[in-house]
């Protein structure tokens, strides 16, 4: 079978007195039928050229499942007089939420929401809200059944089983609860699915009431409960500056009250406690300070420091517990939690959770109870699996509640994790995070697979994934390219990877490429990197730039037609994100967006062999970014390699919903790299 060949129709794009040709731009009307008969003949092609691989594909897949306890529930939450959980079953997609009352063991579980059931004739389902009343007798929750993240909010009476009213179309995650449970509140999308309304619903009442409209096309809002149930926050974010509105949780007929007004390049956020405000804000500093504000008046002028900013240590940000504060704090690239015991309200001792490995993951886990001294967390690294805790903050005792089961005779003293540091273009030292099997020779022989991302501060975390034993165990490295762009090192780590300075991201990553191989981790020709969404335009940018250093590619959801994407206002996020990406109504920010943009840089060149991911319905990454990129690289490169398009034609940015389905797309991505790499073992 020969490679589909897309038809050629010249469109010229004149921009700042500037015009290009773009002949793949037809790409973009998914009603022309030659574009789904286009990713169709696609997915053909790539069906038939990874059949040689079919026995490995379904070899890994069953290898992966059988790591993973099919049948299996997750720790118990207390809320209130119930505990929440959600179990799965062997054979079944997805998972059954399900409540006990507190105390109970074997019997008296509830299933509340069965996933299964409702998916049965969808061919995508995704689960988005789910939030049980105060009083716990409702549940409001809203399912995606596209994959494009429009959400459609259903409530259910937790004692009938009857399902209320009209469903609420067009949601977008976020929903509250007033105290009352019979009300809450949830945002709506706008043309360009923006999430820009804020409405109230009441059971039994009609019509549900407008209570705040974000007419920026910049910001994005969502919504959220306090944990002491006192307040009801409205969200409001763009990419640089944030604004928060409240309500009081007990009064519905109450409209939203702004905290304090936006102001440009300003990001604040809040915790509420008593009669105060824990304020985490970059308003004088880029890493984020905390102040106290009285809530009776909680104007700027009102507010007193209580953590003040440092150079080195990003504040992620504040909970507050009835006896307690939590800071979540990242120094040096990891994560750590500092608490604060209350004396009269006020902040007094603290100390921090100690951790038992050097480099490693932590998160605060489903903490809903104001009135505890149990601090729930999560921790896991490279080579241990997924812990949960609950910490006593007055004892400093903790209690390993469930460690993830890898079954099939995982052991983790086989493995050896470790950081190393590569030095960029610059002298700018950027972490690396590595895994594999011990007894590993350095000699340059190892395949090798590097993962990056780098974008809107977000960190990749060198957390356990079951499946990667199936690489480690082939003598393949895994390592994480901790690069600008995130947020790794601090928000200055992140503003040193964005507009104007986007390209230090991608030499980071090229960086800690060639530092693992000089290293003797690998070598250009068994190197593979992955990458997906914004770190698809990592894996786009660096493969134009350097496509001798990698052996193979895998780009998921790749945002590679970055100019064209950015010039279009009427696509979702592309206004959102100007302040991420640059503005390119300013030929500044045009200019250099065009200089790396990974689908306006391909040239006649060899190229590694890639596999490249989409889905239809994403509305992140349009389908068409992917499929014009695979049809320009198939007009220009210069080599053999496989070039690979699948797309799934259910679904969007975040693959295939179901957990089968989502591991076996693990398993074709891992049987192509095997397939290409010359050291790796089937």
């Not at 019509?207 to 409001?236: A, K, N």
């Not at 902040?347 to 601090?375: I, K, R």
């Not at 007055?394 to 509640?401: I, Y």
Request: aromatic fraction near 12%; charged fraction near 25%.
């Amino acid at each position: 079978m020969q490679p589909p060949i897309a038809k050629v129709v010249p469109k010229l794009i004149t921009t700042h007195g500037e015009t290009r040709t773009d002949n793949y731009f037809w790409l973009r009307d998914r009603e022309d039928p030659d574009t789904i008969a286009y990713l169709e003949a696609e997915n053909a092609y790539t069906k038939e050229k990874l059949a040689p691989v079919d026995a490995l594909t379904d070899k890994l897949y069953q290898e992966i499942l059988g790591r993973i306890q099919q049948t299996d529930l997750t720790v118990p939450v207390p809320y209130g007089p119930f505990s929440y959980y959600s179990r799965t079953e062997e054979g079944k997609a997805y998972p059954i939420h399900c409540r006990k009352p507190l105390g109970a063991v074997e019997n008296g579980e509830k299933v509340l929401l069965e996933l299964n059931e409702l998916a049965k004739d969808a061919a995508y389902l995704r689960l988005g809200n789910y939030a049980v009343s105060p009083d716990h007798s409702m549940l409001a929750y809203s399912l995606d059944t596209a994959g494009d993240e429009v959400y459609t909010v259903f409530v259910k009476n937790l004692a009938t089983g009857e399902i209320f009213e009209k469903a609420i179309p067009n949601a977008y995650y976020g929903l509250a609860w007033y105290n009352d449970s019979r009300s809450f509140v949830y945002v709506t999308l706008d043309e360009a699915k923006r999430p820009y309304r804020a409405w109230r619903h009441t059971i039994g009442a009609a019509p549900d009431v407008l209570l705040y409209e974000e007419t920026d096309e910049r910001f994005h809002m969502t919504v959220q409960g306090t944990r002491s149930r006192r307040f009801l926050f409205l969200s409001l974010h763009s990419s640089i500056t944030s604004e928060f509105r409240y309500l009081d949780a007990d009064d519905a007929a109450q409209t939203p009250v702004l905290f304090t007004e936006r102001r440009h390049d300003v990001e604040y956020d809040l915790e509420h406690h008593g009669n105060r405000f824990y304020v985490r804000t970059n308003d004088g500093g880029r890493n984020f300070r905390v102040s106290v504000a009285p809530a009776a008046d909680p104007s700027p002028e009102n507010w007193k420091e209580w953590i003040a900013h440092r150079p080195n240590v990003l504040v992620e940000g504040v909970d507050a517990f009835a006896g307690h504060l939590v800071v979540t704090e990242r120094e040096d690239g990891l994560r750590r939690l500092r608490v604060f015991a209350l004396s009269d309200g006020t902040p007094s001792t603290e100390h921090t959770v100690e951790m038992q490995e050097q480099v490693y993951a932590v998160n605060l886990g489903d903490n809903v109870e104001f009135d505890t001294a149990a601090l729930r967390y999560e921790y896991t690294s490279l080579v241990t699996p997924r812990c949960v805790y609950d910490y006593n903050m007055n004892t400093r005792e903790r209690a390993l509640l469930k460690q993830t089961p890898v079954l099939g005779g995982y052991d983790p003293s086989q493995y050896q994790t470790l950081r190393v540091h590569a030095i960029s273009h610059d002298g700018v030292k950027v972490p690396v995070s590595v895994v594999h099997r011990k007894g590993l020779r350095l000699d340059g022989s190892n395949p090798m697979l590097l993962y990056g991302y780098g974008s809107y501060g977000i960190v990749i975390e060198p957390s356990f994934k079951p499946e990667r034993i199936s690489l480690l165990d082939r003598g393949f490295v895994y390592a994480i390219a901790h690069i600008r762009g995130g947020s790794d090192l601090g928000r200055p780590w992140y503003d040193d990877g964005k507009i104007l300075k986007k390209k230090n991201t991608f030499l980071d990553f090229i960086a800690a490429a060639e530092h693992l191989q000089k290293a003797g981790y690998s070598s250009p020709d068994r190197t593979a990197i992955m990458g997906g969404s914004a770190g698809g335009l990592l894996m786009g940018a660096v493969m134009n730039k350097r496509p001798e250093l990698f052996h193979a590619v895998i780009a998921h959801v790749p945002f590679v037609d970055v100019l064209n994407t950015a010039e279009d206002p009427t696509l979702p996020l592309t206004v959102i994100e100007y302040e991420e990406w640059g503005d390119c109504r300013k030929k500044e920010f045009w200019d250099y967006i065009r200089s790396y943009a990974p689908y306006e840089n391909l040239q006649s060149s060899t190229y590694p062999h890639l596999f490249i991911t989409t889905g239809l319905n994403d509305p992140r990454v349009s389908y068409w970014e992917p499929a014009k990129w695979t049809a320009k690289l198939r007009s220009l490169k210069q080599d053999d390699n496989l070039l690979l398009l699948k797309t799934n034609m259910s679904a969007g940015h975040g693959g295939a919903s179901g957990r089968y389905e989502r591991l076996k797309e693990i398993a074709l991505d891992y049987a192509f790299l095997l397939h290409v790499m010359p050291a790796a073992m089937p």
